[in-house]
Antibody, heavy 119, light 111 residues
């Protein structure tokens, strides 16, 4: 079955960097687009970034443009999110999700990894 | 990104039907059949309940149904059960951002 496992979260100081990873299994990773979605404590969901199945296109929410980079390694079935210049507003649980076949939605989600930006 | 508009909370007794609205614009909900709905329990990852406005993934009970009219999408839970008590989020593709935009979430309470 589809499995997505995030890692890399933790506590980082304001202005710092962090790299999140998402290990995918149970499906042909290279055939699906992938998302990163985040949820601040007690808040709603935000779509952070999406990457095409072949990595040819990436799109970001306005507040992370120029700071975050989504990438993927289809040979290792791994999705990544490089986060730089982190601020308190980036504190959240970060989920990776698979783009559903033929559509725009997340049909499978990981359990999430918590990023805390604090001094 | 501006969120889609959902009611903060809805409630019902077991067996009743409840409907959650999700209002957007012609740049998202009204312009595309890319509305999806997610159920989330506290401390858990979201789960896809409806995609492409009204399609149900395998394993989702047929008590859950989706629809859309102009710029407003709706999720209806028929025959409400205690296990349906959770947060529900709508989402739509937005041509403005080339990303999904979420609603603020609706807490469903089973009285």
């Amino acid at each position: 079955q589809v499995q997505l496992v995030e890692s890399g979260g933790g506590v980082v100081q304001p202005g710092g960097s962090l790299r999140l990873s998402c290990a995918a299994s149970g499906f042909i990773f290279s055939a699906f687009g992938m998302h990163w979605v985040r949820q601040a404590p007690g808040k709603g969901l935000e779509w952070v970034a999406v990457i095409w199945h072949d990595g040819s296109k990436q799109y970001y929410m306005d507040s992370v443009k120029g700071r975050f980079t989504i990438s993927r390694d289809n040979s290792k079935n791994t999705l990544s999110l490089q986060m730089n210049s982190l601020g308190a507003d980036d504190t959240a649980v970060y989920y990776c999700a698979r783009v559903g076949p033929g559509g725009w939605y997340g049909d499978s989600w990981g359990q999430g990894t918590l990023v805390t930006v604090s001094s | 990104q501006s969120a889609l508009t959902q009611p903060r909370s809805v409630s019902g007794t077991p067996g009743q039907s409840v409907t959650i609205s999700c209002t957007g614009t012609s740049s998202d909900v009204g312009g595309y059949n890319s509305v999806s709905w997610y159920q989330q329990y506290p401390g858990r990852a979201p789960k896809l309940m409806i995609f492409d406005v009204s399609k149900r993934p395998s394993g989702v009970p047929d008590r859950f149904s989706g629809s859309k009219s102009v710029n407003t999408a709706s999720l209806t839970i028929s025959g409400l059960q205690a296990e349906d008590e959770a947060d529900y989020y709508c989402c739509s593709y937005s041509v403005t951002y080339n990303l999904g935009v979420f609603g603020g979430g609706t807490k469903v309470t089973v009285l």
